[in-house]
Nanobody
Framework: QMRLVESGGGLVLAGGSLRLSCAAS????????MGWFRQAPGKEREFVAG????????DYADSVKGRFTISRDDAKNTVYLEMNSLKPEDTAIYYC???????????????????WGQGTQVTVSS
């Protein structure tokens, strides 16, 4: 059973930066495609960023392109989300997720992912 634990969330001013971490245990992360999702109050969970199992493919939601960067360190069993130029509309709970993939690509839909963390709150004030 894989366990994912997010950290790094917090309160930041608009224009600021945060780096989220997602530490995995119980399974070797190198076998999984990974994704970051977020959910704001009253809204559905949405895709933010994804990275393929081999790390060669990444993709982002249009709303975060150019500001967020997903990366993985399989030696540390950890995935990161670097968030720059944060905006109030980025405020949400951020979740990481793992998918045992059938192809080396990014996965976009929440129901494609097998394991989820508990989430970390990101609040951006204006």
């Amino acid at each position: 059973q894989m366990r994912l634990v997010e950290s790094g969330g917090g309160l930041v001013l608009a224009g600021g930066s945060l780096r989220l971490s997602c530490a995995a245990s119980g399974r070797n992360l190198r076998n999984y495609a990974m994704g970051w999702f977020r959910q704001a109050p009253g809204k559905e969970r949405e895709f933010v960023a994804g990275i393929s199992v081999n790390g060669g493919n990444t993709d982002y939601a249009d709303s975060v392109k150019g500001r967020f960067t997903i990366s993985r360190d399989d030696a540390k069993n950890t995935v990161y989300l670097e968030m720059n130029s944060l905006k109030p509309e980025d405020t949400a709970i951020y979740y990481c997720a793992a998918e045992l993939p059938y192809a080396d690509r990014v996965y976009y839909r929440p129901n494609e992912y097998d394991s989820w963390g508990q989430g970390t709150q990101v609040t951006v004030s204006s």
